[in-house]
């Protein structure tokens, strides 16, 4: 039994400690900060299988003082979003909903759950983002928790490897709510991102000039 655990664990560990680590540069993080004025909140964006019902991947929002993307062991990426370990800068509405239409496909929907908060416990989570460093994969819902450790209001978040644990816990916090967002892309969402730019770049084109 003990072999048994420890190769069941093993691929998790190794996974954690494969993380590849980012750190973009103090002048591009400071640019791209972006604050939406709303009252504070955090948001979980989990990754669901719309014909299995399985959780693929988890990821907080968190509007404070700025909005950011806490997006562990993700693969979304924008050349115009700046990224330290898992943590995106510049979380736009625009970005926002690039980063739920590259999620989104005819295999997988997204559920986003928001929940208000206070400006210190914004500000505390996306601290302890910041303070995480690079996620492995397979660890996307254990590192949310991770940086929830210790928030006032999040202590019903349990410590899981699953993504819709994590989920379910979140739909029982005060004031939360949902909205789930469907795509019929294909399964294979290898060109979103390159159609994210080829819409973004006119607009950038023009304030430039």
């Not at 014909?51 to 997006?71: F, N, T």
């Not at 590259?102 to 416990?121: F, G, S």
Request: net charge negative; aromatic share 8%; with cysteine.
């Amino acid at each position: 039994m003990r072999r048994l655990l420890i190769c069941l664990v093993l691929p998790f560990l190794l996974a954690a400690c494969g993380a590849e680590p980012i750190w973009a540069p103090d002048e591009a993080v400071k640019k791209a900060a972006y604050s939406t004025g709303a009252p504070p909140s955090v948001t979980l964006f989990t990754v669901i299988g719309t014909s299995s019902g399985q959780g693929g991947h988890s990821a907080l929002m968190i509007d404070g003082v700025q909005r950011v993307m806490w997006d562990p062991a993700g693969s979304w990426y924008h050349p115009w979003v700046p990224e330290r370990n898992d943590v995106h800068y510049g979380i736009t509405d625009r970005m926002k909903t690039f980063y739920i239409d590259y999620h989104a496909r005819e295999t997988w929907y997204v559920r986003e759950q928001t929940v208000p908060v206070t400006l210190a416990a914004a500000e505390q989570i996306r601290a302890q983002a910041e303070a995480h460093g690079a996620v492995g994969k397979m660890m996307c819902a254990n590192s949310v928790v991770d940086v929830l450790r210790g928030v006032p209001g999040f202590e019903s978040i349990p410590r899981t490897l699953s993504p819709l644990r994590v989920s379910a816990a979140w739909a029982k916090l005060p004031g939360a709510t949902l909205s789930d967002h469907y795509d019929g892309d294909p399964a294979d969402n290898s060109g979103v991102l390159m159609i994210q730019q080829e819409r973004i770049q006119p607009a950038f084109d023009a304030n430039r000039n």
